[in-house]
């Protein structure tokens, strides 16, 4: 989830601090002009923000001469009730916000906080695939941004890779050694779905949530560590606490390119695909600046800038992208698993109280 | 909060010279709308209502309530998922600070018949220590039990992992959930997490039982010697009696200072033993958006952080008027 993309971002950033010091002194060193277009972007803090700064907005205005005021936003369910608040009080922080999809569909029927988008004005979506592109009831309301994968990890000198995610249910290996994320909508279910049942299809009765959420127990003797946060996970597997589980596709490059016994690896099921979009804000008067940035950031050229400097993986082909192989391999794979967004709202209640009950054994 | 309601109290009464009544009748309206305000906040949202797949709005339903008590299924399906974090707050908060106390004691008891120099050296020490935040213990903790830098690398190197497995006893504690296939662990589980708790509250531990051990008149000791009375029995007829109510007072103080214990709980115990206070927050910051439901099991835990207090309370007027 972004949620925890957001942890890691922070922890793979030396010092936030030294963020808010540039904005700071940024901010100073460029007075406003009053003649100068201008848009205000929020994204996820840390190392992930400083890249935006660093490498995506400078682009942007050189090619469109708008001039990007960063925002950030600590990650996307909280900060859909700071925009809330704010909304309700009349004025906004940002423009456009980066929202996961689930976020995206869960501000969409709290109703009036995001206004829909002229695709017109933004031709350069038609790269993405349409999946990508969101519509309510008022029209586009989010154009995808970039996306990350969360992928199954091993570690290679305690066990061999695992063609399918059903291995992990195999005690005789991986007994008490397994770090899964905790939360009820950090995907398990929906590669669960993917391995033993029909998909996300699975999804659309409370029978079928309940099977899955019972195949999720039996993994229970398995797992070691169910992590809140990405870090405890990270710890773990350099410790060797766990030796397997599940952990972003991305960090886990990273940390194997450090030298820390780590595999990530796309079983024959795939691995589990979230994304973020581009939303504006309903009490934005930038719509015409905004389209601008998010016809910018569909662009094949940005799609792999952001691969390249961010770690995230491109929503466009990679075919159209100039992204070799091995960039391409460092953050993304396939196959890959969509998550069943919308059941996961629906049933917010009931799926998050039976996985609870599940986890608790009550 | 109890506390600071006891604190308020003085204020709220004029001082004996009282120069500025209106001085003072502001302070206690600002102090009373800081410790009020909040808590009225939360037990209204507490009857709010959950839009599910949104937030919530206000409302006045006893759902979040009920759904503590018999789960949100009800009446399909009932369950005590909620009870038993609420049980676990209580087990993990009694067994810590009760282990705390007693392994306190005695060196609180030692250090108070120490030189008046020692004393204040071992007193700053621990003072010290209280500003160790409770994530910078958890982390080290985190450290100590981890499988390549802390015990369980120890068990290994020391062969004593190895002797385990020879003995049988490796099996047993992989029952009990300290080991898997390969070495002894210690994340997650209910011994790391007690350990941290204890550790965490210890230092206050000390410092609740010196003032009473550190006035315990010596010649009471010394005239129960002279009479034959053996150590042990000094310590059960003369000492324990003494500072018996201070030994319940830092109990129970200890106690409801770690029914609300956040960072342990999420590092050392594992989902299925987790607590109340994990959960609200988990509702209230997570993505559900659920603070309806949060703020109903903060009163939960609110109130029967009371109640004990109360009983406490009770328990000890009873033992003085006898």
Known sequence: MSHFKMNRRKLLTTATSAGGLALASGMIGTPLIAQ????????????????????????????????????????????????????????VPTDLSLY?????????????????????????????????????????????????????????????????????????VYESSLGMSKNFNSQLLDIIAATFFDGEETFATDEGIVALIEKAAELKPNVALWWTAESQMEQSMKNGDVIGGQYYHDVAQLMAADGFAIRSIFPKEGNPQDYGSWCLSSLSEKSEEAAEFINFTSQPSTQALMSRMIGTAPLVDVSVTDLTEEEFGSVSGSPVIRPAYEAYLDKETFIKESWDRMLAGA | MTAVDNAKAPLATPAPRARWPLGSLAMALVVGFLCVTPFILVIVISFGQKIEGAGWEWAFTFANYQRFFVGALWPDEVTFLHLQRLYYALYYAVLASVLAVLTAFPFTYLLTRLSRRAQSIWLVFILASLSLSEVFIVMGW??????????????????????????????????????????????????????????????????????????????????????????????????????????????????????????????????????????????????????????????ILLVTAAGFLAIAQWLTKRSEAR
Not at chain 1, 47 to 70: C, L, M, Q, R, W
Not at chain 2, 244 to 254: F, H, Q, V
């Open chain 1, 100 to 172: 996961a999809r689930d976020t995206m569909i869960k501000a969409s029927r709290l109703g009036d906080l995001i206004a829909p988008l002229d695709m017109d004005a933004i031709p350069d979506a038609a790269n993405l695939d349409g999946y990508f592109i969101f519509e309510d009831g008022t029209g586009p309301i989010g154009v995808g941004a970039l996306s990350w994968v969360s992928a199954m990890v091993i570690n290679p000198d305690e066990v061999t890779a695992p063609e399918s995610w059903a291995e992990f249910w195999d005690s005789s």
């Open chain 1, 36 to 91: 100068t277009r201008s848009l205000r972007v929020a994204s996820y803090g840390g190392y992930f923000e400083n890249s935006f700064k660093d490498h995506v907005f400078p682009a942007f205005t050189a090619a469109t001469g708008i001039e990007v005021e960063s925002v950030t936003q600590p990650n996307s369910a909280d900060w859909l009730v700071t925009m809330q608040q704010a909304t309700a009080a009349g004025s």
């Open chain 2, 142 to 299: 985190d450290v100590l039990l981890s499988n390549r830098s802390g015990l369980p690398m120890l068990f290994e190197v020391s062969g004593a992992t190895d002797w385990l497995k020879r003995t049988g006893w490796f099996e047993v504690l992989r029952e009990w959930g300290l080991a898997n296939p390969r070495n002894v662990k210690f994340k997650t589980s209910e011994f790391a997490t007690i350990l941290t708790m204890s550790y965490l509250v210890w230092p206050y531990a000390v410092i609740l039982l010196y003032p009473a051990l550190s006035r315990l008149d010596p010649s009471l000791t010394e005239a129960a010697r002279t009479m034959g009375a053996g150590p042990a029995r000094v310590m059960t007829s003369v000492i324990l009696p003494t500072v018996k109510l201070s030994l319940i007072g830092a109990t129970l103080l200890l106690f409801v200072f770690l029914l609300g214990s956040y960072v342990t709980v999420v590092v050392f115990a594992e989902p299925a033993k987790q607590t109340t206070a994990v959960a609200v927050y988990e509702s209230v910051r997570g993505s559900t958006l659920d603070a309806p439901f949060g703020a109903a099991q903060a009163v």
